[in-house]
């Protein structure tokens, strides 16, 4: 391939790069490159790629070692890859509604690597949202507010879990998985690597503030849900086989379009391990 270039998708997040091949090992350079603007645009896209499993779960090992996803068995020979499918005769898609991955396990993972490897002739789009830009654009007093709290997460909120539902009927549910995972994280997380405050609750998994009923938190969380994904601060995602793409969940929330019935669309997901959220 040629020479890497960045284009950025939206002034608030993403950025597609081209010129790589991912199925090759990658330069020191390529890498330092890939790095920064994974830091900086936190969702990035490399388009037309031919990946094996070995090829992506080699790629997804650059970023840190590699997670497991609490409740689906994973891809036969393939332990680091969750298979994410929906059929044409599906109607419920995995991970269709605002979230960042797992925030119910103590250490969430720092990112995803998401693969296309069957999509649909359109739909099936994915949406991620800019969670510094959330935080920022509060007002300074909300903010200060904000900081003092932590957000209980659940596995079992209703609409999250259904979106589970047909994949574990389908795939099999991993051994060991617990009925459910809650762990309790600050409301405000800063980044590890670049210090940043962002907004660490989503509509998937965060039930209450800690310390507070649901009744008593649900005014303000409905106002962070509908606050955190506002247009301005999203890129979408259009799919083709062979798009890869990286998010780091710990800035992040994204969201499957479940727009394309009739139609089957089949991904490699690997989850990379990250840090208790400060
Ligand atoms: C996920 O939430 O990990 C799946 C996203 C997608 O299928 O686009």
């Known amino acids: 391939m040629g020479k890497m270039e960045i284009k950025r998708l939206t002034p608030a997040i993403g950025a597609e790069i081209n010129g790589l091949d991912l199925s090759e090992p990658l330069t020191n350079n390529a890498w330092d490159s890939i790095q920064d603007a994974f830091l900086k645009h936190q969702v990035l896209v490399f388009r037309d790629q031919n990946l094996s499993a070995e090829a992506m779960v080699s790629l997804a090992r650059r970023f840190g070692p590699i997670g497991s996803y609490p409740f689906l068995k994973s891809l036969d020979g393939h332990p680091e890859i969750t298979e994410v499918i929906k059929e044409a005769d599906e109607k419920i898609n995995f ?3 605002w979230h960042t991955d797992t925030s119910y396990l103590e250490q969430p993972p720092l990112g995803s690597l998401l693969y296309a490897r069957e999509v649909p002739p359109m739909g099936g789009d994915t949406l991620f949202a800019n969670m510094y830009l959330a935080y920022g654009t509060l007002s300074p007093a909300l903010q ?4 003092g709290l932590k957000v209980v997460n659940r596995s079992d909120k209703a609409a999250a879990a259904a979106t589970r539902v047909e ?3 389908r795939i099999g549910a991993k051994q060991g998985a617990r009925p459910v995972y809650e762990a309790i994280h600050p409301l405000i997380r800063t980044h590890p690597v670049t210090g940043r405050p962002s907004l660490y609750a989503h509509i998937g998994h965060s039930v209450r503030f800690d310390g507070m ?3 008593e938190s649900a005014p303000m969380l409905d106002y962070l849900f509908q606050h955190q994904i506002k247009s ?3 890129c979408r ?3 083709r086989p062979g798009t890869l793409t990286v998010w ?3 800035c992040t929330l994204h969201n499957a379009m479940n727009d394309y019935h009739g139609h089957r669309r089949h991904m490699w997901r690997i989850t990379i391990d990250g840090d208790r959220p400060k």
């Open 167 to 169: 994949q574990i009927g």
């Open 95 to 97: 991970g269709g509604l």
């Open 237 to 239: 995602i259009a799919w």
């Open 248 to 250: 780091d969940n710990r």
């Open 232 to 234: 301005e601060f999203q």
């Open 144 to 147: 200060d507010w904000l900081r």
């Open 213 to 215: 009923t649901e009744e």
